[in-house]
């Protein structure tokens, strides 16, 4: 299984995914699980996340580097997200078609457990100029853009235990417009880490997180290190307190003398009434 998760927002984005491949013996059966990279930058102006097979992620990360290094997704050629995700669209078209193929083929091999790990999807985080946004590619190479209404999404075959999450923690931040970098980055984590403990055997540790942000007049692209990871699950354990504290509170409130059971005061019409 595979999970990426990312996040646009005015100062940037940050994409997160989990580390598990399944390997698979003769017939597709599911041997051992071992951790790999599903992230991976290009240059400065590129963030992917990808899902499908291994292999096919590597060959479509060769092609986007030998884009970049020729220049051919830069702001000449692609002076708006439309023309940039185009033209990543046209460079990856034949080898896209092929894991294609490939992995519908491989679906009718695969064990039943691994069968949903062939659908093909990828998620790049980019800089346009001086605008930062971020895309989804489907598995028929069509694309979506990350708006200020829908600044999140997710990809691979964990997509379904990460979305109820991402919409719950989001309420829980008081709704999008509070999103800066900080917080989609401490959203991401806590999705990842809780979806990961709902699928022992699928999804597996670490979680890697990268980032797109402003720095002085440009962009960096860079990995958080596991001593900032440890910052941000610090934070999280902290939400959570906050919220149980809360909880503690307003239990000890309703359980105060006086809260619970007393009856409300007669109103003055029926006290007249009474001594009538």
Not at 103 to 126: D, K, P
Request: contains cysteine.
């Amino acid at each position: 299984m595979t999970l990426v998760v990312a996040w646009r927002c005015e100062d940037g984005v940050v994409m997160a995914a989990d580390s598990a491949a399944t390997m698979a013996a003769h017939g597709g059966v599911p041997t051992i699980q071992h951790p790999v990279r599903k992230l991976f930058n290009i240059g400065d102006r590129l963030l992917v996340g990808s899902s499908g097979p291994i292999g096919l992620s590597q060959v479509y990360r060769e092609i986007l580097t030998h884009a970049v290094a020729k220049k051919e997704l830069g702001r000449e050629k692609c002076p708006t997200p439309i023309a940039l995700c185009d033209h990543i669209r046209s460079i990856l078209g034949p080898a896209w078609e092929q894991g294609v193929k490939f992995s519908a083929f491989g679906a009718n091999h695969l064990h039943e457990s691994l069968r949903i790990n062939a659908q093909l999807g990828m998620l790049v985080g980019y800089v346009v100029g001086d605008e930062v946004g971020l895309a989804e590619f489907q598995n028929d190479l069509s694309f979506e853009l990350m708006t200020v209404d829908l600044p999140f999404n997710s990809i691979g075959s964990g997509k379904a235990l990460a979305d109820p999450l991402l919409s719950f923690v989001l309420d829980a931040f008081g709704g999008k417009e509070h999103i800066d970098l900080q917080n989609a980055t401490t959203i991401l984590v806590w999705v990842l880490d809780q979806a990961i403990k709902a699928s022992p055997g699928y999804l597996g540790l670490p979680v890697t997180v990268s980032r797109i942000e402003r720095s002085g007049s440009g962009f960096d692209v860079t990995d958080l290190s596991e001593a900032h990871l440890e910052s941000v699950r610090q934070r999280i354990q902290d939400i959570k307190q906050g919220i149980s504290d809360v909880i503690h509170q307003k239990a000890l409130a309703a359980e105060a003398p006086g809260t619970i059971g007393t009856p409300p005061e007669p109103p003055d019409s029926c006290a007249t009434q009474s001594k009538r």
